[in-house]
Structures are given as C-alpha cells and as structure tokens.
Nanobody, 124 residues
Framework: QVQLVESGGGLVQAGGSLRLSCAAS????????MGWFRQAPGKEREFVAA????????GYADSVKGRFTISRDNAKNTVYLQMNSLKPEDTAVYYC?????????????????WGQGTQVTVSS
C-alpha cells in the first residue's frame, strides 16, 4: 500500500550534520502526513518530527527543536530530515513513517506505515 525507504544515515562527529531522506511509493504521497521517529538500543521508539500533507505545518520533539528540520517534496514523493548540531544522544535508528491522519500527530501508534530505518551514529 505504502512503501517507505530511508537513506542518508551514517557516522558523524558531534556538531556535524546529516540529511536523511525517505522515499515513498505505492500511494499518493500527498495524502499522508509524514513523521520521523528514532529508537536507541534498549529504549522505546520516540517522536522526532512530523509534517502535514501540504508541508504547511510541522512539529518537533523538544530535544531536537532548533537543530532538526523536516521538509517534504511531494513532487518527488520524498520527506527529509536535516539534522544539524548533532549530539551523541542523537544516536539511534531513524524511521520514516506515514499516516492518513489529517493533523500532525506525534504518537507512533497513529502511524500505519513504516520504513525499515537508517542508522545514525554520532561520535563524541
């Protein structure tokens, strides 16, 4: 129905930047709100950022506000997460997710479609 594939993860030093991409296929991309979540070993998956279908609204976890920026290009069926000023505590597997919920939501259980994740490792 909807397939999501993340890319762009890797190893970066603290203070550095990465841009994650999530390519979607299977259904009309613009029909979905998109979100980014992350999960560190032994921890629960947590919300990072989300954006409305049109890109007009976005939301961020307090831990990443001012450092991360979510964006989307509906023509390319792709959502991005620009991560700046990375910290070691940002180390996690980052997941792209899609939901048909109209408003931006932050709870993982409200997202019905998930990518397989991309590893982000921030060294100190």
């Amino acid at each position: 129905q909807v397939q999501l594939v993340e890319s762009g993860g890797g190893l970066v030093q603290a203070g550095g930047s990465l841009r994650l991409s999530c390519a979607a296929s299977g259904r009309t991309f613009s029909n979905f709100c998109m979100g980014w979540f992350r999960q560190a070993p032994g921890k629960e998956r947590e919300f990072v950022a989300a954006m409305s279908r049109s890109g007009g609204r976005s939301g961020y976890a307090d831990s990443v506000k001012g450092r991360f920026t979510i964006s989307r290009d509906n023509a390319k069926n792709t959502v991005y997460l620009q991560m700046n000023s990375l910290k070691p505590e940002d180390t996690a597997v980052y997941y792209c997710a899609a939901t048909d919920t109209i408003r931006v939501v932050t709870r993982s259980r409200e997202y019905g479609y998930w990518g397989q994740g991309t590893q982000v490792t921030v060294s100190s």
